[in-house]
């Protein structure tokens, strides 16, 4: 079965500093996609970043970007000049094409002023 | 206009009683899903269907019921509700062939509260 980490329960940054949340997944398959989902206090569940497995070249959103390494099977997002907006809970999930989203157990990230 | 809605957003209810949560996405999508968020925040799917048809069922307790009556709803009934059973309750949908990208369009949540 298909698992996703998340070895950072919580995480800090300094507002306009960068940050990067960690994960790591486990399948068998070469062709999936990978998420990071963003959860605000409103409790909404925000797409901030995708990436296909067949893409070398890693995804980019304005200040979000992923290290995506799929030898390791590491997928590490990385959000440049914080601002307070971005603290929330983040997920990083795993889909296989057709299949489930699985998720990791999330990482709170706070943004101090 | 919202895409993926649920009703009711609350609901807090006493042990024992029968509920259910609506969904309905706009979106054109062919699949919808049920996923719980537990106390700590962990995301698991329940359900899936895809077109009105059944295609994943998690280990649920069979209190646990959905049903889609087309295959832009998704409903989930919950019979004789156990104090466990607190959690956020999410309805997703996601679009399948040409126009897959992978990704899951969420609804807010419905947070039920057992008593």
């Known amino acids: 079965a298909q698992t996703v980490t998340q070895s950072q329960p919580e995480m800090s940054v300094q507002e306009a500093e960068t940050v990067t949340l960690s994960c790591t997944y486990d399948t068998s398959e070469s062709d999936y996609y990978l998420f990071w989902y963003k959860q605000p206090p409103s409790r909404q569940m925000i797409l901030v970043i995708r990436?296909?497995?067949?893409?070398?070249q890693n995804a980019t959103e304005n200040r979000f970007s992923v290290n995506f390494q799929k030898a390791a099977k590491s997928f590490s997002l990385k959000i440049s000049d914080s601002q307070l907006g971005d603290a929330a809970m983040y997920f990083c999930?795993?889909?296989?094409?057709?299949?489930?989203?699985?998720f990791g157990a999330g990482t709170i990230l706070r943004v101090k002023s | 206009d919202t895409a993926v809605s649920q009703t009711p957003k609350y609901l807090v209810t006493q042990m024992g009683n029968d509920k259910s949560i609506k969904c309905e996405q706009n979106l054109g999508h062919d699949t919808m899903y049920w996923y719980k968020q537990d106390s700590k925040k962990f995301l698991k799917i329940m359900f899936s269907y895809n077109n009105k048809e059944l295609i994943i069922n998690e280990t649920v307790p069979n209190r646990f019921s959905p049903k889609s009556p087309d295959k832009a709803h998704l409903n989930l009934h919950i019979n004789s509700l156990e104090l466990g059973d607190s959690a956020v309750y999410f309805c997703?949908?996601?679009?399948?062939?040409?126009?897959?990208?992978?990704?899951?369009?969420f609804g807010e949540g419905s947070r039920l509260t057992v008593l």
């Open positions: 999930a795993y889909r296989q094409y057709g299949n489930k989203l699985v």
């Open positions: 997703a949908s996601s679009p399948e062939g040409t126009l897959n990208t992978g990704e899951l369009f």
């Open positions: 990436q296909e497995a067949y893409k070398q």
